[in-house]
């Protein structure tokens, strides 16, 4: 009979495996966790720095500043007095502060995931070997339950800013780098043999003509990034990240029905402000490439 | 007709068990309830009961509020081991005045409760910090890492309920003014995660936890007296456990005793005999306690397993709550 019960470690060697990966990471924690934590020092003080730009500045400022992103994304005055209008309903029931804490927080996570995930994509496209690699990885961050690595996170670097973007930016960044390999590959073959014809080198057929003609695709995966970082607010809260996710899970904890109800319209109102101006831009430089294609 | 002869069937039942109740308590069910602590207890309470004093022990599934409802309305179960009676205190009073509910032991496991913690390395570092007052003055040693000219207090996790007795603490003790933030971990494990990084790098913490629990075993967290005495009932219920819009003057207060108790029903009480006197003798010294919950963590181990190991290693402290012959009855039925 033994043989038809599935190959299984020793209880008590399987006992021993999980205790020895557990006290090598504590450490591992305990040797270098100081010097890991010094490395993302600067970023955090940028991060507490921003915030408090944005939270103290007065609300005119940051509605007219919203409101010029809104136009130069969309171009649409409908989602110019629209995000004006949800800013104005979130102070109204007060919940600037913490909007502007998760809205700093978002912003900069999105920026990081950019400025790792176009290269790492870049990359992606550039040799295959390099796809076979990364693809599997970015399938694991996305799958992973966020618990699984918040806790290692919390015992490197603590709870607050710094680990609760980090857990953002593990769940944001896959699309990114997904659409930037996905649209690189999509260029037309002929349009790459036209490059090499007119001679140009690899830098110029990268950032003149592959890079341009990806962007469409690039954006979209902006857009999923900012949208995936939006729905990471609340379980990064959970690591003591400050913003509307708190008071979502205070709300949740406490039945407040009402509160975690406003503050997760809060996050909405957010991820469609962010999404149809990343969306409309993106949908104008598609529109602009299309119409020079032509003529 | 039938009815009757079935009722009848169970008086004669009834008088049975209980006649064979004088020489065995006869069945009786324990609640275990669904944290380590209390799982433990109830799975001693099981064995000694049933090896010891001849019941038929039983354990049930519980949660605090349902296990108590059920004990005053239904008499079922018969024992809870480790109720936390802080919450209802008063509904738990009037089933112990109707006399529906005895309290079998009222303090079960010594040295528990609630309270503000800092881990050893910084209590013997800082001899001078002997009560939450002297902490108080000195940020410095606590530097919160978003702002480091501030001290970090690490509250509870926003939603629980003592997050609203720390945060009206806050105010009480004037904290803002001493250059102190209250740091919301989150979440349990964010709070467990903040403390076991700080000890684990012989860092300084000082935040709010509870005993017995495991974490306080494993790492010997030191509870810090708060220096000033518990300020009267008036401000602690009627101020400090409430949303801070309605404790407008929060006094400095330690914190409040924790309620934990020993319950059983009356039917158990009546017909418990000899079991009784061993539920009102058990009480569990903290450090004790607390290693056996980190025994429990570390070997992942459930209330059953942590109950023989407990019977087995630490004999000096059960049998001192039980007569010799019953002693001897538990050892060779393990």
Same mark, same amino acid.
């Given at each position: 009979m033994d043989f038809f019960r599935p190959p299984m470690m020793d209880r008590q060697e399987l006992r021993d495996l999980k205790k020895s990966i557990d006290f090598g990471f504590k450490d591992f924690s305990r040797n270098y966790g100081d010097a890991l934590e010094s490395i993302f020092d600067p970023l955090l003080y940028f991060l507490v720095w921003f915030e408090k730009l944005l939270v103290g500045a007065p609300w005119p400022v940051i509605l007219f500043v919203i409101a010029v992103l809104a136009w130069f994304g969309a171009r649409n005055w409908f989602v110019v007095v629209g995000s004006v209008i949800a800013f104005l309903v979130i102070g109204y029931f007060g919940m600037w502060k913490d909007t502007m804490a998760t809205l700093a927080i978002v912003s900069v996570s999105t920026l990081i995931c950019i400025v790792i995930g176009i290269p790492v994509g870049v990359a992606m496209a550039r040799s295959n070997r390099v796809q076979s690699i990364i693809t599997p990885i970015l399938d694991v961050m996305q799958t992973i339950p966020s618990f699984v690595y918040l806790i290692p996170v919390v015992m490197l670097l &603590?709870? &607050?800013?710094v680990p609760g973007l980090l857990a953002v930016c593990i769940y944001a960044i896959p699309p990114i780098v997904r659409l930037t390999n996905l649209g690189i590959r999509l260029v037309d073959k002929e349009v790459l043999e036209a490059a090499d014809a007119f001679g140009a080198s690899y830098k110029q057929k990268l950032f003149g003509v592959q890079v341009p003609l990806a962007l469409p695709n690039i954006f979209a995966g902006v857009n999923q990034t900012i949208m995936m970082a939006l729905a990471m607010v609340v379980i990064a809260a959970?690591? &003591?990240?400050? &913003?509307l996710g708190q008071q979502v899970l205070r709300a949740v904890s406490n039945q407040y029905l009402a509160l975690g109800f406003m503050n997760g319209l809060a996050i909405v109102a957010l991820a469609i402000i962010f999404d149809r101006i990343s969306q409309n831009y993106g949908k104008r430089l598609q529109k602009h490439l299309e119409g020079g294609h032509d003529d | 007709m039938k009815r009757i002869l079935m009722g009848l069937a169970a008086a004669g039942m009834a008088i049975f068990m209980s006649q064979t109740a004088s020489a065995a308590c006869g069945s009786v069910t324990i609640a275990d309830m669904n944290w380590a602590s209390a799982s433990f207890m109830a799975n001693v309470d099981k064995i000694i009961l049933n090896k010891g004093y001849g019941c038929d022990a039983e354990l049930v599934p519980g949660d605090t509020m349902p296990t108590f409802t059920s004990m005053n309305?239904?008499?079922?179960?018969?024992?809870?081991?480790?109720?936390?009676? @802080?919450?209802?205190i008063d509904p738990l009073n009037a089933a112990i005045a109707e006399g529906?509910?005895?309290?079998? @032991?009222?303090?079960?496991?010594?040295?528990l409760g609630e309270g503000w913690w800092i881990p050893p390395k910084t209590a013997k570092d800082h001899p001078e910090l002997k009560t939450v007052l002297d902490i108080l003055n000195h940020p410095e040693l606590f530097?919160?890492?978003?702002?480091?000219s501030k001290g970090a207090f690490y509250t509870c996790p926003a939603g629980w309920g003592c997050q609203l007795t720390n945060a009206n603490l806050y105010r009480a003790f004037e904290m803002e003014s001493k250059g102190w933030v209250l740091v919301d971990p989150g979440s349990a494990a964010g709070l467990d995660g903040s403390m076991a990084k700080a000890v684990e790098r012989g860092e300084n913490w000082f935040g709010y936890y509870w005993s017995p629990t495991a974490m306080i075993g494993k790492y010997n967290m030191v509870p810090v007296p708060f220096?000033?005495?518990?300020?009267?009932k008036e401000n602690w219920d009627g101020c400090i456990v409430k949303p801070e819009q309605e404790c407008a003057d929060p006094k400095p207060s330690a914190w409040t005793k924790s309620e934990v108790q020993s319950i059983v029903t009356d039917d158990f009480k009546s017909k418990g005999g000899a079991a009784m006197e061993y539920l009102a003798a058990r009480t569990y010294p903290g450090p004790v306690m607390n290693g056996m919950l980190v025994y429990m963590q570390d070997n992942q181990a459930d209330g059953a397993d942590a109950a023989i190991e407990f019977l087995k290693s630490h004999e000096d402290v059960w049998t001192q709550w039980v007569s010799s012959d019953v002693a001897a009855k538990v050892k060779a039925g393990l």
């Open positions: &603590g709870i &607050g800013k959970m690591i &003591g990240m400050q &913003g | 309305e239904k008499g079922e179960p018969g024992v809870a081991p480790e109720i936390w009676a @802080n919450a209802f529906r509910i005895h309290t079998a @032991n009222p303090a079960p496991i010594s040295g530097p919160y890492k978003e702002d480091p220096g000033v005495d518990f300020a009267g």
